[in-house]
């Protein structure tokens, strides 16, 4: 009986194996039940998280710290609409970085908001979900180096990241 139970043990260890399949590839998932929002990412490529001390979200880091994401939820004090939150994001970029927006292309669909900013050193994509009072936002920075790698192209993150947002008082 062992050594049947060690075989069963081998041979799914080889279907493991030769599926590709490592629990180190396992996607995982955060969700926020105060601004009732979830992402599911890479935790190949995201290995250091932290949530925030406020359960506003949660920042995730690659190994090599090329690769930066930020989701989080948060108040919108001033009333303001996707466009001007945008608008602020993109002052703040070029305020407290030294690095030159080249391009930026904002895209809305109703209560959403997508751009890809490419600055002199750094690739920034921006999500935003504008939900009553609240915003989510989703923001991913890869530097050179991170670009070098195909896995860590802001195309190739957005193939594994999904972000889910529910209206307030829905879940």
């Given at each position: 009986?062992?050594?049947?139970?060690?075989?069963?043990?081998?041979?799914?260890?080889?279907?493991?194996i030769?599926?590709?399949?490592?629990?180190?590839e396992?996607?995982?998932r955060y969700?926020?039940?105060r601004?009732?929002?979830?992402?599911?990412?890479p935790t190949?490529?995201f290995v250091?998280?932290?949530?925030?001390?406020?359960?506003?979200?949660?920042?995730?880091?690659?190994?090599?710290r090329?690769?930066?994401m930020?989701?989080t939820?948060?108040y919108?004090?001033m009333?303001?609409?996707?466009?001007?939150?945008y608008?602020?994001?993109?002052?703040?970029?070029?305020?407290?970085?030294?690095?030159?927006?080249k391009s930026?292309?904002p895209?809305y669909?109703?209560?959403?908001?997508?751009?890809?900013i490419?600055?002199?050193v750094?690739?920034m994509?921006?999500?935003?979900?504008?939900?009553?009072n609240?915003?989510v936002?989703?923001?991913?920075?890869?530097?050179?180096?991170?670009?070098?790698?195909?896995?860590?192209?802001?195309s190739?993150?957005?193939?594994k990241?999904?972000?889910?947002?529910?209206?307030?008082?829905?879940?």
């Amino acid at each position: 009986m062992r050594k049947r139970t060690q075989l069963l043990a081998l041979l799914v260890f080889a279907f493991f194996i030769g599926s590709g399949f490592s629990a180190a590839e396992a996607p995982q998932r955060y969700c926020n039940s105060r601004y009732n929002f979830c992402v599911t990412f890479p935790t190949e490529i995201f290995v250091n998280k932290e949530v925030s001390p406020n359960n506003d979200g949660i920042i995730l880091t690659s190994a090599e710290r090329d690769i930066e994401m930020r989701v989080t939820g948060y108040y919108n004090a001033m009333g303001w609409t996707l466009e001007d939150e945008y608008n602020e994001i993109l002052e703040t970029i070029q305020a407290e970085s030294r690095d030159y927006v080249k391009s930026a292309n904002p895209v809305y669909a109703g209560s959403e908001m997508t751009s890809t900013i490419q600055l002199d050193v750094l690739t920034m994509y921006v999500h935003l979900v504008e939900q009553g009072n609240h915003f989510v936002s989703l923001i991913i920075v890869t530097n050179r180096q991170g670009e070098e790698k195909t896995s860590h192209t802001i195309s190739s993150l957005l193939d594994k990241i999904n972000l889910e947002v529910s209206e307030l008082g829905d879940q």
